[in-house]
């Protein structure tokens, strides 16, 4: 698998294009603020179609250039259920100190495809096949996405988790209780060569994360 990593100026949101190498289809995952340009350079220097705009989540800093993919290529977005509402309209998922960051005067459009997602679902695209794992505690509708080649096991996981950390639960629709059981029943079961594609910040491996993630070792603490 061919996994290109373009990080957003705003947030410093992981953006990603996967696909089985140059050449081929691709899926897009996360567009945020102002990466369209370097995207659009990135598929004509790989030579990469893509097929679909993969959201972990419905932040606008993970949402916020998906209308002009997917309208730049025909394509549909993907997001789970829970959180389409945020496409709708994206200043439901943050606070108003938030949405001053991102700016005045924001002209949002949501895509014309939209696809909502299930828990469990899975989705062939691009020649990859990805599994949708509800992950509540950031937003109510966050999604990891797993996939697999023939060399490894590669999950996405937006907010979820990242390397030393996770994402925070005080934003509308976070739930640092919904965060605790998606830890203890969604990531720490994943197997230890998992390589974790997360929203921010470099990659890293469950294995990494169960011996040295802190949030990790308190969610191995909760009852069931």
Known sequence: MLIETLVADAFGTNCYVLSAGPGSECVVVDPGIGIAPRLEDLLAERG???VAVVLTHGHLDHTFSVS???GASDIPAYIHTADRHLL???AKGFSANMMSLVGTGLEWTEPDDVQALADGGVIDLAGMRFTVDH???HTAGSAMFHTADDEGLYTVTGDVL???AIGR???PGGSDAAMQHTLRDKVLPLDDATIVLPGHGPSTT???ERA???YLKRAAQLDH
């Open 206 to 208: 469950i294995a990494a």
């Open 88 to 90: 709708e309209d994206p």
């Open 169 to 171: 639960t005080d934003l």
């Open 212 to 214: 040295r993630n802190p």
């Open 162 to 164: 990242f390397r030393g």
């Open 135 to 137: 992950a509540p505690g």
């Open 68 to 70: 002009p993919v997917c």
């Open 48 to 50: 990469l179609k893509p």
